[in-house]
């Protein structure tokens, strides 16, 4: 099976000029944890991860904590937020490298490519390397699990 049969294809993404707020925002509105960030041609340059956005929230200190078992809130750290300054800047300064597979794949080449790189979601590109979709590891699993014989799982 290939991974255009399992992908989904309303993939909300966004422009290289959009700002980290504009980002923020658009990930609150539509509950997502992911954005591609395309070109003029709408191909895949960059990831925002909900992550990226959430370390902005994260004390410089945290690196130097080896174990935050014992800290139950951070106390007025947990009120501050990035600045305007901050928000303001293009995705570019905080976006991944990006990482895609092309629509024609097999399912198992698009895990792989997700356990090797410890990834959770993969844009799904088309031959002339245009976002058409995203896949995820539970759509990839689904589909392999999918396809067992039902009467040999007991």
């Not at 959009?18 to 990930?27: H, K």
């Not at 395309?38 to 904590?65: A, Q, R």
């Not at 410890?118 to 759509?139: I, Q």
Request: hydrophobic share 45%; charged share 20%; net charge negative.
């Amino acid at each position: 099976m290939k991974i255009e049969f399992c992908m989904k294809r309303n993939v909300v993404f966004i422009p290289l000029d959009t700002t980290i707020g504009e980002a923020a925002l658009l990930m609150v509105k539509k509950h997502i944890g992911i954005l591609p960030v395309v070109d003029g041609k709408d191909k895949p340059v960059g990831m925002v991860y909900m992550s990226d956005l959430l370390s902005l929230e994260l004390p410089d200190f945290i690196d130097l904590i080896i174990d935050v078992d014992f800290v139950h809130d951070f106390g007025a750290v947990e009120t501050t937020r990035p600045g305007q300054d901050q928000l303001s800047q293009p995705v570019s300064s905080i976006m991944q490298p990006v990482m895609t597979v092309e629509e024609n794949d097999g399912l198992l080449r698009g895990y792989a490519h997700m356990v090797q790189n410890d990834l959770y979601d993969l844009p799904v590109t088309n031959d002339a390397g245009k976002l058409v979709g995203v896949v995820s590891r539970v759509d990839i699993g689904t589909a392999v699990l999918s396809m067992w014989p039902a009467g040999e799982i007991k």
